[in-house]
């Protein structure tokens, strides 16, 4: 079946230091990556959505410039939490589609706690 | 934008009885809507899916009901068991892994009582 590998899975950053976190669609090419943040006790919620080769699109109330993606490739896709504060400490969690109507894979998710 | 609604936020029953959660959904437009399992720090796992063009699926001791008319979707879990006992979440989206992202319910803990 369709695997996302997402690293790393856990990290730990001093507040205005930078978080890079990838998601690698292992044995697919993901034409669409999602991109969503859970915190304690709450749901997923869909942050951004990027399309390969092309800029992402982020959700109301998601700051494009404090997090970064990058879709360079069919199988990667990179978030970057940019000058991490301790409000982002959250439970970030990527998902892959193959644009078809396949339903949705998702990655391992990335556990951030800023300090 | 979409809006998926939740209930009940917890829910515990006997081992053996079955649980039933409820979303509904504000927009006509989506299509898709699946269920997830959760387990703590873990990636949500799909449990089962509907499409709009179905009202009932069926998966052993899971089932899915779809309404809509009435915009609701339902999760059936029958003769319950101990390791069912985790975080379940309703979503839906338009395309079902298209373009589009999932928007989720807000979750439900249930909780088997041995």
């Known amino acids: 079946g369709a695997v996302v590998s997402q690293h790393p899975s856990w990290v730990i950053c001093k507040s205005g230091t930078s978080v890079k976190i990838e998601c690698r669609s292992l044995?697919?090419?993901?034409?669409?990556m999602f991109w969503y943040r859970q915190f304690p006790k709450q749901s997923l919620m869909l942050m951004a959505t990027s399309n390969e080769g092309s800029k992402a699109t982020y959700e109301q109330g998601v700051e494009k410039d404090k997090f970064l993606i990058n879709h360079a490739s069919l199988t990667l896709s990179t978030l970057t939490v940019t000058s991490a504060h301790p409000e982002d400490s959250s439970f970030y969690i990527c998902s892959a589609s193959t644009g078809a109507k396949g339903g949705y894979t998702f990655g391992s998710g990335t556990r951030l706690t800023v300090v | 934008g979409e809006n998926v609604e939740q209930h009940p936020s917890t829910l515990s029953v006997q081992e053996g009885d079955s649980a039933v959660i409820k979303c509904t959904y504000s927009d006509s437009a989506s299509n898709y809507f699946p269920w997830y399992k959760q387990e703590l720090g873990k990636r949500p796992q799909l449990i089962i899916d509907?499409?709009?063009?179905?009202g009932e699926k069926k998966d052993q001791r899971i089932a899915v009901t779809l309404n809509k008319t009435a915009k609701h979707f339902s999760l059936h879990i029958t003769e319950t068991q101990p390791e069912d006992s985790a975080v379940y979440f309703c979503a839906a989206s338009y395309s079902g892994g298209g373009a589009d992202g999932l928007t989720f319910g807000k979750g439900t803990h249930l909780i088997i009582q041995p």
């Open positions: 044995d697919f090419q993901a034409t669409t």
């Open positions: 509907i499409r709009s063009n179905v």
